[in-house]
């Protein structure tokens, strides 16, 4: 057995290995009591497959304009234009094709948005958690200030000193969500750093940095991954709302809250151009918050069903 080998000759599991799969699978069963998480995955799974395959699945360009088709609607609602599944916009772009497009915007900005938010985050937390004392009273202080202001609004402000554009829409909107990640990576460090492997760890001669990123910060991601993932969902209605607003992406980008913004004039006599983009996010937003309930169930043994 030292070796690596059981008596039979077969190949033993590697130290570590077993524990590592018997997590993952105790992990995967309580994500998985939750149907709507399941059905969640399922979801995002198809749009992150919708993002990657767009030039391939998407029937046209998003910015082909065909003039002698305005306001088109879709065939099986009185179209007479059958190429154009969902209909077309009022410059005459195909609104599928647009929609296909507009879902790597969405996980582009969804993307972006958490890992600066969380890097930022998680850094600015471990300081204020780890140092404490003034240092972390500055530091909360700020954030509570973040806080108490409307976060759609301070976007908002934000982009309007930074300039519209989804660059600036993306910052804007990682800054609003940075607090939210602040307070849980400090509110974990307090906990974690009092516990014994910690002093144990500090007593054999490990400095901060190796206490903070190796030693604590690892037992702090649970509650950090499932605010990701909510905060996914709230980057995406974010920047929607801003585009709506023309703070954000700028047109032609098959943005979805751009679409909307583009199509609000039009929303007596052509219901198709507002009302898909519309689902779009309900549908993308509704799929990201039913896996984040899945991960708290899952990654939190208080709420685990006995």
């Not at 930074?162 to 990576?185: D, K, S, Y």
């Not at 979805?256 to 309900?282: D, S």
């Amino acid at each position: 057995m030292a070796d690596g080998h059981d008596p039979n000759g077969s190949v033993a599991p590697a130290v570590g290995e077993v524990p590592r799969r018997a997590g993952l699978v105790e992990f995967w069963f309580y994500f998985g009591e939750s149907r709507g998480a399941v059905a969640g995955l399922v979801v995002f799974g198809l749009l992150v497959a919708i993002a990657i395959l767009a030039p391939l699945i998407a029937p046209f360009p998003p910015s082909e304009q065909f003039r002698d088709a305005l306001l088109v609607p879709p065939p099986w609602a009185g179209g007479d234009r059958p190429e154009f599944f969902l209909g077309t916009d009022p410059v005459g772009r195909d609104i599928l094709s647009r929609l296909i497009f507009g879902a790597r915007f969405s996980l582009f900005i969804g993307t972006v948005v958490v890992v600066v938010a969380l890097v930022g985050g998680i850094t600015i937390g471990l300081i204020a958690g780890y140092v404490g004392g003034w240092v972390e009273a500055i530091i909360m202080r700020l954030m509570d200030i973040l806080l108490a202001l409307p976060s759609l609004l301070l976007a908002l402000v934000l982009v309007t000193i930074l300039g519209p554009g989804l660059e600036n829409a993306m910052i804007a909107i990682a800054i609003v969500l940075q607090p939210h990640f602040v307070r849980l990576t400090r509110a974990a460090v307090i906990t974690e750093r009092r516990k014994d492997y910690v002093t144990a760890t500090r007593l054999i001669g490990a400095g901060p940095l190796r206490l903070m990123l190796i030693t604590i910060l690892p037992n702090c991601m649970a509650p950090l991954i499932v605010q990701a993932t909510l905060s996914f969902s709230n980057a995406i209605l974010d920047a929607a709302a801003l585009g709506f607003l023309g703070m954000g992406a700028q047109p032609p980008t098959p943005e979805w809250g751009t679409m909307l913004a583009e199509a609000r004039e039009f929303i007596l006599r052509a219901w198709w151009v507002v009302t898909f983009p519309g689902l779009a996010i309900l549908i993308t937003v509704l799929a990201i918050n039913l896996i984040g309930d899945g991960l708290r169930d899952a990654l939190d043994p208080k709420l685990r069903r006995s």
